[in-house]
């Protein structure tokens, strides 16, 4: 004969349920972090290289749900064709990248063949961006079938109007956001404005990062206030006076 499962009170499980859910680990969301860029942009290729990646070398891509858009300075005319800041090989590029990244969504899937790239990009060699097939270990075939389809060029265009509509605009490409903050030209500073915003357990690659920011964060803003506090103060020091 089975034995009899056990049951727990349901008082009990409750207030299992809410300790496991009020825990640093289980209440933490993964920063956002979002990349605007375009392949053949030195900028870009330079911050893909040797800025972004180190979060999967540290382990602080374990707290950031990275998202790449490569569409950057791109223009969309009327009729729908694209041009591209750095000619048609950014655009055929632009459009591989996007195909390799909707086929392999996770960021540490599709990023391999985005570094490979994008180095071989700062080397003037991205001619040979086929050889990121076997870098990364991503099948080719599907890839060329989503490029060759147009597909490549539909995902662009969702793109183009991602990154036509940012508030505020962008200025220049990369462009870094980090859970909807512009970082602007501090962008190669991103890992501590993701430490800074991370709300569970820092990591270890955030040592030092998260008070640099906090500190820096304090010494230029911590202390100026806005026009309307500054009404607000003036009037009570005043009010205070007259009585």
Known sequence: MAPRPVLLPHGLVLSLVLLLCFSPDCAARRVSVSVYYETLCPFCSGFVVNDLAR?????????VDL????????????????????GQDECRLNAIEACVIRLWPQAEQHFPFI???????????????????????LVSQPVIDCYNSGYGRKLELQYAAETHALQPP??????????????ADDYTNFEAYVCNTYDGELPEACRGKHLAIAQRTRANKGDKRNPRELVIVVLAI????WF
């Open 115 to 137: 570094h490979c790239i994008e180095h071989l990009a700062l080397t003037q060699k991205w001619g040979a961006w086929q050889s990121c097939f076997h870098e990364s270990g």
């Open 67 to 86: 998202r790449l858009v490569p569409f950057g300075n791109g223009r969309v005319s009327p009729d729908g064709s694209m041009t591209c800041q750095h």
């Open 170 to 183: 962008h200025q220049f490409v990369p462009w870094v956001v980090v859970n909807g903050r512009p970082l």
């Open 238 to 241: 005043c009010v205070a006076l």
């Open 55 to 63: 979060i999967f070398q540290n382990g602080l891509s374990s707290i």
